[in-house]
């Protein structure tokens, strides 16, 4: 494992780069910042971090990923975690799995979201059919589905916003 180019400098948030890095480097870099901030903070409380954080981590993927964010009883960030990848215009996604997944981290609530490739986040009837069956499925073992959010290259769409949650 190599280390990163990234120093961070005496002054908090400023780094020094004393190597050339890429857009992925600085990419994941973000996304590590990001994930810092949010994390055991509430999550909900703070909706623009989630969506940049998501926005950073899967809106440039060429293929579709449904990913989620399990939380804890007080909306806090326990983990980020890629459930299902799929191809450039879709990705399988199975409500036994998320159930399994979010048992296993004991999360209490979750907020869900996927990538559209495209770069256009408009929701399509598929993903508020899972959105529904989603939210049904973690009911039944007592885990609330908070959001379920669309990312495009700039914008992100909540089911949550449309009533679809």
């Known amino acids: 494992m190599s280390m990163s180019p990234f120093q961070l400098m005496d002054n908090p948030g400023f780094y020094l780069v004393n190597e050339p890095v890429t857009n992925e480097d600085i990419l994941s870099k973000a996304t590590e910042i990001v994930l810092e ?7 909900f409380t703070e909706p623009d971090k989630v969506r940049e954080f998501l926005k950073y981590k899967i809106s440039a993927l060429e293929h579709e990923v449904f990913v989620a964010l399990f939380l804890d009883n007080r909306n806090r960030l326990i983990l980020y975690k890629v459930l299902f990848r799929g191809t450039i215009d879709g990705a399988s996604v199975y409500p036994r799995e998320v159930v399994k997944e ?8 979750m907020i869900v979201a996927h990538n559209h490739p495209s770069g256009v986040a408009e929701s399509s009837h ?3 059919h899972i ?4 939210k049904e499925a973690l009911g039944f073992v007592g885990i609330r589905l908070l959001d379920h959010l669309i990312i495009g290259c700039d914008e992100v769409v909540s089911l949550a916003e449309r009533g679809c949650v």
């Open 126 to 128: 598929a993903d508020e």
């Open 102 to 109: 979010a048992l296993a981290y004991n999360a209490a609530a």
């Open 37 to 43: 901030q949010v994390k055991n903070k509430d999550v």
């Open 131 to 134: 959105t529904s069956r989603l």
